[in-house]
């Protein structure tokens, strides 16, 4: 498919800067209350003046500039401007430790790293090379590298429209590790505008709506669905300032159009659940006069009044959470995609959705179940390959254009798809039975007890499960009635879920992990929050044979 010039992400930030130059683009939280706007007019000027100082500096054409930062302006702004100046860009999630920082800088050949807003720059900053021209951003940690300001004041803005061919690699995305060493996948700018032109066709998004950007833009989903829509349909684009400033983030911004990962709109509904336990929301709801007084009261504290498509992906999310947030007005739809389609891949439509499924493909995208239960897809959004692999991208995509996804997945008869987990995460029971831990774990974070868990059995006779308890009952269970309630709680849960699934997916027991919280920082957890399996197995492996042998429905670790 040949995408029209019109429709990449260029040529779209040159007709918005001249179509609509005073309309207002972006929207930076600086602290304190205080934020910073970019009308089209400013941020292009920016980004012209950056593009200008690329070329001072006398780079090779499609060399690769790093962007090390939280979300900001600044990041969209650069990007813009590397691809202004002939580059590409390579984004580094703000939560690397400094060995993957190193890594990506040196497989990439980065020319330049842009440093921004950071939580734990100290940590990463042994990752990047002395000898690396550094550009710190207006929010960057104390440092005495070349400013942003500066550069922008030294360099006279680029003229005229200079564009890059739709085969050109845009970007270059580092995959998020959960599988071992991060892969880069090559996007080049035809992606980018065979996906803008869908998500805007399916959602219809325009110069009316607002968007939030939180999620990291390092990352695929928020790169795509945020960043690219923003820059294609010309709507409103706010930052968030920090997770203690996220509520009121939320409300100045009234998204339109709010995407998240399941582990998020988990954290939302518990935050609602804390103001009004579960029994009491539910018997609410049934009341007719009070039911849409208190849906619209949930909605506005939320921030998501406004919001028209509410969306999940990243990871699967528990069908119960997707049918809790319908019952409270928000139809929530659950979208599915990799990093080497630029996670254009399915989603749920309004209308057209099922519950436990992740919709039917955008448009321009085909799909198939191959004969080991692989899902395949296949379309302009597939990456141009692994950079510096031609041998990962042999096997990712076919010799006739699908993408290998990894999952295996079923189609219901409306075209709909499910995931039912990863081909290579099946494990083999000691009973000879294989067992798919994905749907397992839905089952078990749907409890509003549990922020995640890890399903675990290789070699055992059944399965178990491994939890993290919610965030705010974690610091409580050393209080013995708190356990005891939770251990109950966890019991009940235990019978439910064997009293739906197969003999053999039957889960022996159910631990409660109480030492170490699984976070992004100490690796337990992706940067975009799915749980890093291969981890979780090391970290529980060894205690394994203990729990099997205590023959106990609920074991806490100790």
């Not at 970019?38 to 593009?51: G, I, L, N, S, V």
Request: proline letters at 7%.
């Amino acid at each position: 498919m040949t995408i029209e010039e019109r429709l990449l992400p260029l040529q779209s930030a040159f007709r918005h800067e001249k179509e609509m130059p005073d309309a207002l683009y972006m929207t930076q939280p600086m602290g304190g209350g205080r934020v910073r706007t970019y009308t089209w007019r400013q941020a292009m000027d920016e980004a012209r003046r950056m593009a200008a100082y690329f070329k001072a500096q006398g780079f090779e054409p499609g060399s690769r500039i790093a962007i090390l930062s939280k979300n900001c302006a600044e990041f969209v702004i650069t990007e813009l401007a590397i691809w202004m100046a002939g580059h590409v860009t390579v984004a580094l999630f703000p939560t690397l430790d400094a060995k993957t920082v190193s890594y990506i800088l040196d497989h990439s050949g980065a020319s330049m790293i842009f440093v921004g807003k950071l939580d734990v720059w100290d940590d990463m900053k042994p990752g990047v090379p002395e000898d690396l021209p550094r550009v710190a951003y207006t929010l960057a940690p104390p440092n005495d590298y070349k400013k942003w300001a500066d550069c922008l004041a030294e360099s006279e803005p680029v003229v005229g429209e200079p564009l890059r061919d739709g085969d050109d690699t845009a970007m270059i995305i580092y995959t998020s590790g959960s599988t071992g060493q991060p892969k880069g996948v090559e996007i080049t700018f035809n992606n980018l505008g065979f996906t803008n032109q869908g998500i805007a066709k399916v959602f219809n998004i325009g110069t009316g709506d607002r968007l939030l950007s939180y999620l990291p833009l390092a990352h695929s989903f928020e790169r795509m669905a945020v960043e690219n829509v923003s820059i294609y349909s010309a709507c409103q684009l706010f930052f968030a300032e920090s997770l203690n400033t996220f509520v009121q983030d939320l409300q100045r911004a009234r998204p339109t159009m709010f995407i998240s990962v399941p582990r998020l709109w988990l954290k939302f509904q518990l935050g609602v659940f804390k103001k009004m336990p579960p029994k009491k929301l539910k018997t609410f709801l049934k009341i007719p006069i009070l039911s849409s007084i208190v849906k619209k009261k949930i909605r506005k504290g939320l921030g998501l009044d406004a919001t028209r498509y509410a969306i999940s992906g990243s990871a699967p999310i528990p069908p119960d959470l997707v049918q809790w947030y319908r019952d409270i007005g928000l139809e929530l739809l659950e979208g599915y995609g990799m990093t080497e389609n630029i996670a254009f891949s399915h989603c749920n439509q309004p209308g057209r959705t099922r519950v436990g499924y992740v919709g039917h493909p955008f448009p321009g995208v085909e799909h198939k179940i191959d004969d080991n239960g692989e899902i395949l897809v296949r379309s302009p959004a597939t990456m141009k390959g692994y950079y510096k692999n031609p041998e990962a991208t042999k096997e990712a995509i076919t010799e006739d254009g699908w993408l290998r996804t990894g999952d295996r997945g079923e189609i219901d008869e409306q075209g709909r798809l499910r995931i039912t987990g990863r081909v290579k995460e099946l494990f083999k029971t000691s009973k000879g039975k294989y067992v798919a831990p994905v749907p397992l774990e839905n089952d078990i974070n749907a409890d509003p007890h549990i922020e995640l868990s890890c399903v675990f059995g290789s070699g055992y006779p059944q399965p178990c499960a491994v939890v993290q308890l919610g965030e705010d009952l974690r610091p409580k269970v050393s209080d013995p009635s708190v356990r005891a309630e939770v251990t109950a709680a966890l019991t009940e849960l235990r019978e439910k879920i064997n009293a739906e699934v197969p003999v053999y997916e039957r889960l022996q027991f159910i631990a409660v992990a109480t030492k170490d919280e699984w976070l992004i920082e100490n690796g337990y957890l992706t940067p975009t929050m799915k749980i890093k399996r291969s981890v979780l197995e090391e970290a529980y492996g060894p205690m394994l044979d203990t729990w099997y042998a205590a023959k106990e429905p609920v074991i806490w670790e100790e």
